[in-house]
């Protein structure tokens, strides 16, 4: 029995468990609306059943607990993947919006365009075709109702017809009628009506035409300039007869003077009143109009010179009346002249050159000058097509070219500045052969000795020449421009070249190079570095002569062919250098001899040079070991200057007003100093000097002191004057003036109160020489 409800009771559990996981399974598939009649289905079973299902849902929800893990962990790092490859592609996605947007906005703007423009061109052709079937309908009411015909522009010559049939043909057939004589008074008025309505129709076209005519000047230049380029195709290239065709195909696209103006009120206004017996004082009105818009046409706005634009819109209107002028002159018969428009054109030829000239004059920027150039040239040619002349402008031209001249020299003078304000002085350092054909490139440079070396090595010029060099090639280009185009021969533009390029060398180049050289931060090296600089430019100008030759294709040897004067241009700022270079180095001997600091009282000498005149002999060897890369002559003339400002130096030293006395010492100690000076001198610290030249420099000073250190008076006084004295440079002005600085002039550290003790026949010799040079002295005044 046990073992039965044991059975049963298993079997009991085993079905519940079998309910249970098929309500889970309902839970899980079915929706949630229907989750509550299962739910009730588990308190409906056996008591404690729930708690055996929430057991075992319990151990469902761990199991897809578990299972959700998995999935996660599984899965985490393809997220992870994902969000930073979101992240890194937000950046690129607003990049692209960006882009988008602005694309959008581009196209957006292009399209407002397109859309004017259809819109315009879809207004246009309802304009024409009410134009037409106006024109239709009107043609169908000619012959009923003249009165209505008269006020429609389109229908004059049908209108004066009709009534000069009337007049003449159906009038007189029914003269009887009250209404026809009604129609014959009527006839005149509507005549008159004609004429002023035509007339207003012209002054309409007058204020039209004025509007309009910078539009037909610049449809008339611009297909000068088409021309221009065709026939430079034509002249450049061999296959450009496609281009040609596309070209001219293109050129006859473009709109012409009758295409932009309707000068159909012209016509009919001069048929009714030739018609009507009127004709010549329509002719007056018309040239008297047309004369007042020629002065407004020739008035220049007061900042026109600023752009190129106001030059351009200034020609354009020029340019549109005159083309409109020249149509009528060819459509109509005596409405204008050849006279007529060759007196405006005369008159307005004059006011022209006259603006031009005016505003040119202010104009700084030479690509702008250069811009009013071509356009001249363009305004020029356009205008000589239509048959005016224009050699006026063409000599205009050249004062244009003047100016523009100036401004490229005031453009280069600042080119030169910067590239010596940037120059570091130096040779320039090459490390290869590839540094080497860089420079030799651009600077024409060739040097056996040079090519010798192994690299690295040094060019001996420094990085401002190359530059100079191309920057006047540049020039010469620039200056080209404005000679192309000017119906000038080769000879003409080389000349015009040539005479440019000695401006920029003779007066910019040349004044820049004075200012630097007079430039205080500029030293003894830099301004030997300029010397040579200034001798490879003026080698480097026949190479400059040959190219202006190969641009030109003129040879050197022509007639009358200017020659560049470069050459006189490096020689002058060389001197200049040259110059300079002696002047700072007197100024730093001055600096040195500042430092003396002699006792002038001294018993006796120290026995050795003083110590500021051995810091300025090393200086001076220094400076002309540095002097050796200067042409020979500059370095002797420069170190013979050094010698003779020295001695001199020393010299005023010794005879400076302000010093009153002078020990025998003080001579001695400042011989030891001139020895060292002749020490110097006899060393050749330039080599070239002949025997002992440079040593003469101090030959004054060398007699003084001899004469005074070994006193000998009497040789001096027995031979002066003869060209073999032994003191012969000994002037007896100096010798006195020395000589008083020695005498006993006061009791206090009197130098020869010792010889008065011991032998006061001392004294009475010294005061027996200052007699006697007193004499010399006096006998030279009185002979000069």
């Known amino acids: 029995m046990e073992t039965v409800l044991a059975n049963m009771a298993e079997s009991e559990s085993l079905e519940t468990v079998t309910e249970h996981e098929r309500i889970l399974q309902e839970i899980e598939s079915t929706d949630t609306a229907c989750v509550g009649p299962t739910l009730r289905s588990v308190y409906d079973d056996q008591p404690n059943a729930h708690k055996r299902f929430m057991e075992k849902l319990d151990a ?28 890194k592609v937000r950046a690129d996605a607003e990049k692209l919006m960006g882009q988008v947007s602005d694309t959008n906005r581009r196209l957006q703007d292009a399209g407002r365009e397109v859309t004017a423009q259809t819109e315009e061109v879809i207004r246009c052709r309802i304009q024409q075709r009410n134009m037409a079937t106006t024109v239709e309908k009107l043609q169908l009411c000619i012959p009923g109702e003249t009165p209505h015909l008269c006020k429609n522009l389109s229908v004059y010559y049908s209108a004066l017809k009709t009534m000069e049939q009337l ?42 035409i004025r509007k309009h005519s910078d539009k037909i000047g610049e449809t008339a230049m611009r297909q000068r300039i088409f021309f221009i380029i065709i026939i430079i195709i034509l002249k450049a290239f061999t296959w450009a007869r496609k281009c040609f065709f596309n070209l001219v195909g293109f050129l006859f696209k473009v709109l012409t003077a009758q295409d932009l ?56 209107q020029i340019v549109g ?33 006259a603006v031009l000239r005016t505003h040119s004059s202010y104009c700084s920027d030479p690509d702008l000058v250069l811009e009013l150039k071509n356009l001249i040239v363009i ?17 205009l031209l050249f004062e244009v070219r003047d100016q523009y001249n100036e401004t490229l020299l005031k453009k280069w003078a600042l080119v030169f500045r910067d590239i010596f304000e940037q120059d570091n002085y130096s040779p320039i350092p090459v490390e290869n052969e590839e540094e080497y054909k860089a420079v030799v490139s651009r600077f024409p440079f060739h040097d056996a000795e040079i090519e010798k070396q192994q690299f690295p090595k040094k060019l001996p010029m420094s990085q401002s020449v190359p530059q100079i060099y191309s920057q006047v090639k540049e020039f010469i280009y620039a200056s080209l421009k404005f000679s192309e185009s000017l119906h000038r021969s080769s000879t003409e533009i080389d000349d015009m070249l040539r005479k440019s390029t000695n401006l920029l060398l003779t007066r910019t180049l040349s004044s820049c190079l004075q200012n630097l050289i007079k430039k205080p931060h500029i030293g003894l090296t830099e301004l030997v570095q300029i010397i040579i600089n200034t001798t490879h430019l003026e080698y480097a100008c026949k190479y400059l002569e040959d190219f202006i030759t190969n641009i030109t294709n003129v040879s050197p040897e022509t007639v009358h062919t200017t020659r560049l004067y470069g050459l006189s241009t490096f020689k002058d700022a060389r001197h200049a250098a040259e110059g300079e270079i002696y002047t700072k180095l007197n100024q730093k001997i001055d600096e040195f001899i500042q430092l003396a600091d002699y006792e002038w009282g001294m018993a006796e000498s120290d026995g050795r040079a003083s110590g500021y005149l051995m810091d300025l002999i090393n200086f001076l060897r220094s400076t002309f070991q540095v002097f050796t890369h200067l042409p020979g002559k500059v370095a002797q003339t420069a170190c013979m200057s050094a010698c003779k400002h020295l001695a001199t130096s020393l010299m005023q030293m010794l005879l400076d007003t302000e010093l009153k006395q002078i020990s025998m010492g003080a001579i001695q100690q400042f011989n030891l100093d001139v020895i060292q000076c002749e020490l110097f001198a006899s060393s050749e610290p330039v080599p070239g000097f002949q025997g002992d030249t440079l ?90």
Request: proline share 3%; net charge positive.
């Open 695 to 784: 040593q003469l420099a101090f030959i004054d000073l060398r007699q003084l002191l001899d004469l005074f250190m070994v006193w000998d008076w009497s040789t001096y006084l027995a031979d002066y004057g003869q060209p073999t004295s032994k003191y012969l440079r000994v002037n007896p002005s100096t010798a006195l003036a020395l000589l008083e600085k020695m005498k006993d002039t006061s009791k206090k550290n009197n130098i020869f109160s010792q010889f008065r003790k011991n032998d006061r026949d001392k004294q009475k010799l010294i005061e027996t020489v200052v007699k006697q040079l007193r004499s010399l002295v006096n006998g030279m005044s009185q002979h000069s």
């Open 261 to 316: 103006v309707d000068f159909s009120p012209v016509y009919r206004c001069l048929h009714i009143y030739t018609v009507l017996g009127d004709r010549e004082t329509f002719e007056n009105y018309y040239r008297k109009q047309r004369k007042k818009q020629a002065r407004l046409v020739l008035q220049p706005q007061s900042n026109m010179h600023e752009t190129v634009e106001g030059y351009r819109k200034y020609f354009n």
């Open 379 to 395: 305004f020029a040619d356009t205008l000589q097509g239509y048959g005016f002349p224009v050699n006026r402008l063409f000599d």
């Open 321 to 353: 009346f005159f083309v409109v002028e020249d149509h009528i002159l060819h459509a109509t018969q005596g409405l204008v002249t050849r006279a007529f428009t060759d007196e405006l054109w005369n008159m307005a030829l004059s006011k022209i050159i």
């Open 167 to 208: 007049e003449n043909i159906y009038i007189p057939r029914v003269s009887q009628y009250r209404f026809c004589q009604i129609m014959a008074e009527t006839l005149p008025k509507l005549r008159e009506e004609i004429k002023e309505i035509s007339m207003s129709d012209l002054k309409d076209f007058l204020e039209s």
């Open 60 to 87: 469902r929800i761990r199991n897809h607990d578990r299972e959700i893990e998995k999935m996660c962990n599984f899965h985490h790092q393809g997220f992870v993947d994902a969000i930073t490859e979101l992240l």
